[in-house]
């Protein structure tokens, strides 16, 4: 069974970077893609971030580029989503998820197993 523990999240003042992390389990993990969302109050789930299975190839949702970068480490099955000059805008749930295949687009249907998700506030 496939389990993903997402942690990092926590109260932040606006322009502060913030790290991610999400644990995974009973998975090859480095065959498949990994990807972060997000979920304000009142708003659908979003896509922030994917990565590929290699790590080789990332694509980011224009309201993060270039503030957000996500990397994996494969040896301990873990992704990560590096956050910073934070607005409270970014403020949401944040979740993992492990893609279908090797790479997944922005679509949730792309995606097959979810995290709990980890709060993530940002004041400004």
Same mark, same amino acid.
């Given at each position: 069974?496939?389990?993903?523990?997402?942690?990092?999240?926590?109260?932040?003042?606006?322009?502060? =970077?913030?790290?991610?992390?999400?644990?995974?389990?009973?998975?090859? *993990?480095?065959?498949?893609?990994?990807?972060?969302?997000?979920?304000? #109050?009142?708003?659908?789930?979003? *896509?922030?971030?994917?990565?590929?299975?290699?790590?080789?190839?990332?694509?980011?949702?224009?309201?993060?580029?270039?503030? *957000?970068?996500?990397?994996?480490?494969?040896?301990?099955?873990?992704?990560?989503?590096?956050?910073?000059?934070?607005? =409270?805008?970014?403020?949401?749930?944040?979740?993992?998820?492990?893609?279908?295949?090797?790479?997944?687009? #922005?679509?949730?249907?792309?995606?097959?197993?979810?995290?709990?998700?980890?709060?993530?506030?940002?004041?400004?």
């Amino acid at each position: 069974q496939v389990q993903l523990v997402e942690s990092g999240g926590g109260l932040v003042q606006a322009g502060e =970077p913030k790290r991610l992390s999400c644990a995974a389990s009973g998975r090859t *993990f480095s065959i498949y893609a990994m990807g972060w969302f997000r979920q304000a #109050p009142g708003k659908e789930r979003e *896509f922030v971030a994917v990565i590929s299975g290699g790590g080789g190839t990332t694509y980011y949702a224009d309201s993060v580029k270039g503030r *957000f970068t996500i990397s994996r480490d494969n040896a301990k099955n873990s992704v990560y989503l590096q956050m910073n000059n934070l607005k =409270p805008e970014d403020t949401a749930v944040y979740y993992c998820a492990t893609g279908k295949g090797s790479y997944s687009g #922005p679509s949730r249907d792309d995606y097959d197993y979810w995290g709990q998700g980890t709060q993530v506030t940002v004041s400004s």
